[in-house]
C-alpha cells in the first residue's frame, strides 16, 4: 500500500451506522459455512481503485462496523465470529447440564477464541487476556449454579455488567470500542519530563507544518506572491504590468533557485521594483527577515515611506536604520517579520548584532543598491565587510545586488558566487549629445572621434548676454522649459547657484505667469521654514520656475525644493553630482555644465549616472543629455563617452589598511576567528582576496593578517590568552567595534571620556556635546577668531572652567582674536572641536539652524551637516560607554543627548518628527492643527490633512500616515513582545522538586 497514492477526501456527515457490506476490504473475511474464508481478490484490483476513501466526520461513529481508517473490519468480524462460536458452545454446555469440565477442558473450549486472536495488535492483547478470564470464571459460575427462569440466565463469556440499559446484551467488539474511547478520553499520568519532551515534539510538528504551509503559499499568481500584491502594486504605485526584462530576471532559474544574483541596468530601468518583488517574496512566502542597503539616509528615509503601506496590508514591520535610528539588537518578533531599510554603516552593525546574538540564520535576504560602491573609498569597504560575513556565516541568506554596469563584473561575481544578469533597457529612450562652440554633435562610437554632427544652435544672444553666458545654457534650457523639465549638473555649489541667477535674469516674463500660485505658496513655505529667513537666490528664481539643489541647503529647503520639482511647480534645477547618486528626479533635458566635478575631470561612472537621469518613464518618450565642452577637453571627453566602465576594486586595503584592522577586531570580538589560520580562512572570501594580485602583490594575504593583528595588539585592542594562543579582544577593543568607532580616534575618545569623568559639567550641555563632537569634521574647522571669542565670552564661568580643562583657555582665544602671536599653542585639534561645540550648543538652545550659520559665518548646509554627524557619533558613543564599565554615567546621558540631536527641535516636536520624512516645518504645521502625537498623527484621514495642512499633496498625506502607523506598530509590537519575554516560562527552569520533610522519615 505504501506504493499507492492514497487520494483522500473529508466528508462531514451525521452520526449514523454504516452496514458492513459496503465497506468490506480486502481484508475483511468472508463468512461461509464452518467459518471458512473464501480467498479474497487480488490485491493488485484493490490497489489500482481510485475512488478517494470518505473519512467520518468528528461527531459520527469512529468503529462503527469496521475499525480501522482503511477500511479493514478483519479485526471486529474475527471478534464476532469467535464470540459465536463461544456462545453455541456455551448453549450446547448448559443444554446437555453436564458436570463440571475439568481445568484442561476449559482451556479447550476457550481455544478457538484464543487462536483467532491470536495476531492481535499489541495495544489489545491486555484487552484480550481480561475477556478469557472472564470467560473462565462464568463458566465456573454456570457449573455450580441452580435452573434460573427463562430468559434469566448470564450469557458465557459475557463479563459483569456487560449489559446495556433496556437489558440489551453488549457483544465484545461493543466492550472494545468502550474500552478504546475510555483509553483515548482518560488523561494519562504523565511524569513533567515526559509532559515537556511531549511540548516540545509538539512544537517542532507545528513549526513543521507552518514551514509547510510557507513552502504551499509560494504559489501565488504575481511571481508567487499572493493577488493582493498584485492589487497594491497598481493600488500605490500605478503599476499594472512588469517590464519583459524584470518578468525574464524573476524567473531565472537561480532566483528561483535562491543562489545568489547581480542583476545591472542602466539608471532609470526599473532594478528597484524587481528587489521589492523578491523581499516581498522572502517576507510573505518563506517567513524570512530581509535587509536592504541604500547609500543615503534620504534614500532610506523615501523606502521606508514607499513600504510602509504595502507592511501595514501585508503585515510586515518596516525599521528604519539610518542616522542615529536602530535598534541593537533588533527586536526579535514571533509573529512578524521584519524588513530592515538601512544605510552602508548601519547594515553594517546590524549583522554585526545579528551575528553576536546567533540569528543570522532568521535573515532570509540581503539586497545592496549601487554594488558599485564596493570601489568608493572606506564605504566600499564597509559593504565588502558586511557582505563577507554574511557569506562566511550564513548558508541561509541569498544576497542580492543591483548595479551599474561594470568592467569586471566577474570579480564580483567570483566573490559573491553569484549568477550575473545583464540588460540594457532604458524605458525611455537615452540619446546623447556634446556642445562644443555653438555646434552639437551626437555621440556616436563608430564614429570620428565618437562624434556625429547634429545642428547648430539657433539662439540669438546680445553681446552682454554673450558675455553672461558664453556657453549657451540658456539657449538649451530654453528650449524644453516650462513645459518639461530640465537639470544642469554643475561643477560646484557656488557655480549651481549663478547659473540659476544668470539663467532667471534672461528668462522672459511668461515664465512669471506659469504656475504662478504654486510657486509663491512656495516661497511661503521656504520662508516659513527657515523662521522668516529666506535664500536671497531662492527668493530671486524660484518665481521663474527655477531653483539650486546642493548640501548647502537645510533639509527642510531640499525636501520642498524636491516635492516642488516632481510636481511640476520648479522646471529647472541646477545641482551638483550629488543629485544624481541620491533622490530619483528625472528630466527631459540633463544639461552637464562642465566634464568636471570640483576640479577632478569627470570618471564615466559618474558620467553615466548624471546623463541616466534624462527621460521620465510615463511622461516622456525620449530622454537627451548634452555635455558642455571646451575644445581643450574634446579628447578627453571623447574617450569619456566612448570607454568602458571602470572596474571595481576592494578597498580594504586602503588608508594603510584601516579597514582590514577593522574587519579583524570584529571578527576576533563575534567569535568568528580566534586564530591566525581562521583569520586567514576568513579572508579568503572577501573581494580582495579575489583581487589579490593587483592589490596584494608585494605581500602574501597572511603577512596582512599577521602584520594587522600585531598593530591590534600594540593598540591594546586584541590580546593572547590561553595555552592555545586564542586571540581574544580586549574592553576597549570590543567597545570599539560595538560603538563602530574608527580605529583611528577610539583610544582617543577613551582619553577624553575618562578625562571627562574627572570634572563632567552637568549644569549645561556644552561639556557633553563637546565629547560627542565627530573627529571627522575638526579638518573642516577654520575658525573665525572674533566670532569665537565673542561666543566664548556669553559661556557661564563654569562653562569657560570646562573650557579650559579640556585644553582651550580663554587668553589664548582672546590672544588670536586680538592677532596676537601665541608663545604656546595648544592642541588645535580641541580649539577646533571646541568651535563645533559652540555651534551645536547654540543649536541646542534655540534649534534655529538659520540663525546660528549667520552667527557663526557658516554655510547653513555646514551646520545641518554637523548635526546629523554629531547626532550620529552620539549614538556610536552611547555604545562605546555601554561596553566600558568605568564609563557608566554616560549611558543616561548620552541616551537622551542623542534624542536632542537627531531633531533639534523642541521637545513637544520630537513624536512627530520621528515619522520619516517630517521635518521641523512640518512637524510645527501638524502641531498647530492639533496632530500632537504619534497616535494622532497615525490615525488622521489624508484627505482631511491635505485640506487642513498647507500645500500638503494627497500622496504626501497617504505617505506620512501610513509611516506614523507603521512606526506605532512598530513601538507596540516591541512592547508585546518584551511582556511575551517575561511571561514564557524559561527553558532552562531547575526542575522542581519537593524537598521531603523530616517527619516523612
Avoid at 138 to 153: C, I, Y
Avoid at 316 to 345: C, H, N, Q, W
Avoid at 367 to 383: K, N, Q, T
Wanted: charged share 25%; hydrophobic share 40%; glycine share 6%.
Amino acid at each position: 500500500m505504501s506504493s499507492v497514492r492514497l487520494h483522500v477526501k473529508i466528508k462531514r456527515v451525521c452520526a449514523r451506522k454504516r452496514p458492513r457490506d459496503a465497506l468490506k476490504a480486502h481484508l475483511t473475511p468472508v463468512r461461509g459455512g464452518g467459518g471458512g474464508s473464501a480467498p479474497c481478490a487480488p490485491c493488485s484490483s484493490i490497489m489500482a481503485e481510485s475512488a478517494a476513501v470518505e473519512f467520518c466526520s468528528d461527531s459520527e461513529d469512529l468503529f462503527g462496523d469496521y475499525d480501522s481508517i482503511l477500511e479493514d473490519s478483519s479485526i471486529l468480524a474475527r471478534l464476532d465470529d469467535a464470540e459465536q462460536r463461544e456462545r453455541l458452545q456455551s448453549e450446547q454446555l448448559q443444554g446437555f447440564r453436564t458436570p463440571p469440565p475439568s481445568t484442561d477442558a476449559m482451556s479447550c473450549s476457550a481455544a478457538p477464541l484464543s487462536d483467532e486472536l491470536e495476531d492481535l495488535p499489541p495495544s489489545q492483547l491486555q484487552f484480550q487476556e481480561q475477556i478469557q478470564d472472564q470467560a473462565k470464571r462464568s463458566r465456573l459460575q454456570v457449573a455450580k449454579a441452580t435452573p434460573t427462569p427463562p430468559g434469566g440466565a448470564a450469557k458465557i463469556g459475557e463479563p459483569e455488567g456487560a449489559k446495556r440499559r433496556g437489558g440489551v446484551r453488549r457483544s465484545i467488539a461493543e466492550q472494545l470500542k468502550e474500552a478504546m474511547l475510555g483509553n483515548a478520553a482518560a488523561p494519562a499520568a504523565a511524569s513533567r519530563s515526559e509532559a515537556l519532551k511531549e511540548a516540545v515534539i509538539s512544537r517542532e510538528i507545528s513549526e513543521a507544518m507552518e514551514a509547510i504551509s510557507a513552502e504551499a503559499a509560494d504559489l501565488g499568481p504575481f511571481f508567487g506572491l499572493p493577488s493582493k500584491v498584485k492589487e497594491l502594486m497598481l493600488r500605490l504605485r500605478g503599476i499594472q504590468r512588469l517590464y519583459d526584462w524584470q518578468e525574464t530576471c524573476l524567473n531565472l532559474d537561480c532566483v528561483h533557485q535562491r543562489k545568489n544574483l547581480i542583476y545591472s541596468l542602466p539608471t532609470s530601468g526599473g532594478k528597484t521594483l524587481v528587489a521589492e518583488i523578491l523581499i516581498l517574496r522572502e517576507l510573505l512566502c518563506r517567513r524570512k527577515d530581509c535587509l536592504f542597503i541604500l547609500p543615503y539616509i534620504s534614500l532610506v528615509q523615501e523606502k521606508v515611506r514607499g513600504l510602509a503601506n504595502f507592511g501595514l496590508e501585508l503585515d510586515f514591520m518596516v525599521e528604519e536604520y539610518a542616522g542615529s535610528k536602530g535598534r541593537f539588537p533588533p527586536v526579535k518578533r514571533r509573529s512578524r517579520r521584519s524588513l530592515y531599510v538601512a544605510t552602508i554603516e548601519k547594515a553594517h552593525s546590524l549583522v554585526n548584532s545579528l551575528i553576536e546574538g546567533g540569528r543570522l540564520e532568521d535573515l532570509g535576504l540581503l539586497v545592496v543598491d549601487e554594488l558599485h560602491m564596493l570601489g568608493d573609498g572606506s564605504r566600499g569597504a564597509v559593504i565588502e565587510m558586511t557582505l563577507a560575513k554574511v557569506l562566511f556565516m550564513s548558508k541561509a541568506t541569498q544576497i542580492v545586488g543591483m548595479s551599474a554596469t561594470l568592467g569586471n563584473i566577474r570579480d564580483l561575481q567570483t566573490f559573491l558566487g553569484a549568477e550575473n544578469y545583464t540588460n540594457d533597457f532604458r524605458p525611455v529612450q537615452l540619446k546623447e549629445y556634446v556642445k562644443l562652440n555653438d555646434t552639437i554633435y551626437e555621440v556616436d562610437p563608430k564614429g570620428e572621434n565618437g562624434f556625429r554632427f547634429s545642428r547648430t544652435l539657433n539662439f540669438k544672444y546680445s553681446s552682454s548676454m554673450q558675455k553672461m553666458d558664453p556657453d549657451h545654457v540658456i539657449a538649451l534650457v530654453t528650449e524644453v522649459i516650462p513645459l518639461h523639465s530640465c537639470l544642469v549638473f554643475c561643477p560646484t555649489k557656488k557655480n549651481c547657484e549663478n547659473v540659476a541667477g544668470m539663467i532667471c535674469k534672461y528668462l522672459k516674463e511668461q515664465f512669471l505667469q506659469h504656475r504662478e500660485e504654486e510657486k509663491a505658496a512656495l516661497l511661503r513655505e521656504l520662508k516659513d521654514s527657515g523662521n522668516g529667513s529666506m535664500c536671497p537666490v531662492l527668493r530671486r528664481t524660484v518665481p521663474y520656475g527655477v531653483a539650486y539643489h546642493h548640501s548647502g541647503l537645510t533639509s527642510e529647503e531640499r525636501k520642498l525644493i524636491e516635492e516642488a520639482y516632481s510636481g511640476g511647480v520648479l522646471c529647472l534645477l541646477t545641482c551638483t553630482s550629488t543629485l544624481a547618486a541620491g533622490i530619483n528626479l528625472p528630466a527631459r533635458r540633463v544639461i552637464l555644465r562642465s566634464p568636471y566635478v570640483g576640479v577632478d575631470f569627470l570618471k564615466r561612472s559618474q558620467y553615466k549616472q548624471m546623463v541616466g537621469r534624462a527621460g521620465r518613464a510615463g511622461i516622456d518618450t525620449i530622454g537627451e543629455s548634452v555635455l558642455i565642452l571646451q575644445e581643450k577637453d574634446r579628447k578627453l571627453v571623447g574617450e569619456l563617452v566612448c570607454a568602458p566602465m571602470e572596474n571595481c576594486y576592494s578597498n580594504l586595503m586602503q588608508d594603510e589598511g584601516r579597514a582590514v584592522l577593522s574587519l579583524i577586531l570584529s571578527l576576533i570580538g563575534l567569535n568568528v576567528a580566534s586564530s591566525l589560520q581562521q583569520l586567514d580562512a576568513f579572508l579568503r572570501r572577501t573581494l580582495l582576496f579575489v583581487q589579490q594580485q593587483q592589490l596584494c602583490a608585494d605581500r602574501s594575504l597572511q603577512e596582512v593578517v599577521r602584520q594587522s593583528v600585531h598593530i591590534l595588539k600594540e593598540k591594546e585592542l586584541i590580546a593572547v590568552t590561553g595555552t592555545d594562543s586564542a586571540l581574544q579582544v580586549t574592553r576597549l577593543g570590543r567597545a570599539a567595534y560595538k560603538g563602530s568607532v574608527d580605529l583611528a580616534y577610539c583610544d582617543v575618545l577613551y582619553r577624553d571620556l575618562s578625562k571627562g569623568l574627572e570634572g563632567l559639567l552637568l549644569n549645561s550641555y556644552l561639556h557633553l556635546v563637546y565629547l560627542v563632537t565627530p573627529y571627522e569634521l575638526v579638518p573642516q574647522c577654520n575658525p573665525d577668531w572674533m566670532v569665537y571669542f565673542r561666543q566664548f565670552s556669553l559661556l557661564s564661568a563654569s562653562e569657560q572652567k570646562m573650557s579650559a580643562a579640556v585644553g582651550v583657555p580663554e587668553s589664548f582665544v582672546a590672544r588670536k582674536a586680538a592677532g596676537q602671536t601665541v608663545k604656546k599653542n595648544p592642541d588645535l585639534v580641541a580649539v577646533k572641536r571646541m568651535y563645533l561645540a559652540l555651534v551645536l550648543f547654540s543649536l541646542l538652545k534655540e534649534t534655529n539652524v538659520w540663525s546660528v550659520a549667520e552667527r557663526f559665518q557658516l554655510s547653513r548646509g555646514f551646520v545641518q551637516t554637523l548635526l546629523s554627524s554629531a547626532s550620529a557619533f552620539c549614538s556610536c558613543v552611547l555604545h562605546f560607554t555601554e561596553e566600558l564599565e568605568e564609563l557608566w554615567p554616560f549611558k543616561a546621558l548620552l541616551t537622551e543627548l542623542t534624542r536632542r540631536l537627531s531633531y533639534c527641535v523642541t521637545a513637544e516636536l520630537i513624536p512627530l518628527m520621528e515619522v520619516a520624512g517630517v521635518l521641523e516645518f512640518r512637524a510645527k504645521q501638524l502641531y498647530a492643527a492639533g496632530y500632537k502625537t504619534l497616535s494622532h498623527l497615525a490615525n488622521a484621514d489624508p484627505a482631511v490633512l491635505c485640506r487642513t495642512i498647507q500645500n500638503l499633496y494627497k500622496k504626501q498625506a497617504l505617505l506620512m500616515v501610513a509611516s506614523a502607523k507603521m512606526l506605532l506598530n512598530e513601538k507596540a509590537a516591541a512592547l508585546q513582545e518584551e511582556v511575551d519575554d517575561l511571561l514564557t516560562l524559561p527553558a532552562d527552569l531547575p526542575p522542581q522538586r519537593l524537598q521531603p520533610k523530616a517527619a516523612d522519615f
